[in-house]
Nanobody, 117 residues
Framework: HVQLVESGGGSVQAGGSLRLSCAAR????????MGWFRRPPGKEREGIAV???????AYAESLKDRFTISVDNAKNTLYLQMNSLKPEDTAMYYC????????????WGQGTQVTVS
């Protein structure tokens, strides 16, 4: 049973930084795709960044200059470094994972709230 547990959210002033963490438990495959997503208030969920077990990354064009995705395989933890935060970054942030052969993300965390004022 795979569990993803996010942490690191909170309230921050505009211009500040936060680092989100996502601890993955119970994932037994050597290959994976993991990503960060967010849902702003009243809006649809949107993708932020993804990383796979080869270390390849992809970002939403509008966020790539401020957000960085990384993974510590030894700790089974995914990170999202967010810099120069803006009020429009306020959202519930989710991490997700899938086996590389799955077409969609089939494991999701419970989310962590980020509020920028």
């Amino acid at each position: 049973h795979v569990q993803l547990v996010e942490s690191g959210g909170g309230s921050v002033q505009a211009g500040g930084s936060l680092r989100l963490s996502c601890a993955a438990r119970g994932y037994t495959y050597d290959t994976y795709c993991m990503g960060w997503f967010r849902r702003p208030p009243g809006k649809e969920r949107e993708g932020i960044a993804v990383i796979d077990s080869d270390g390849d990354t992809a970002y939403a064009e509008s966020l790539k200059d401020r957000f960085t995705i990384s993974v510590d395989n030894a700790k089974n933890t995914l990170y999202l470094q967010m810099n120069s935060l803006k009020p429009e970054d306020t959202a519930m942030y989710y991490c997700a994972a899938r086996e590389t052969w799955q077409p969609t993300y089939n494991y999701w965390g419970q989310g962590t709230q980020v509020t920028v004022s």
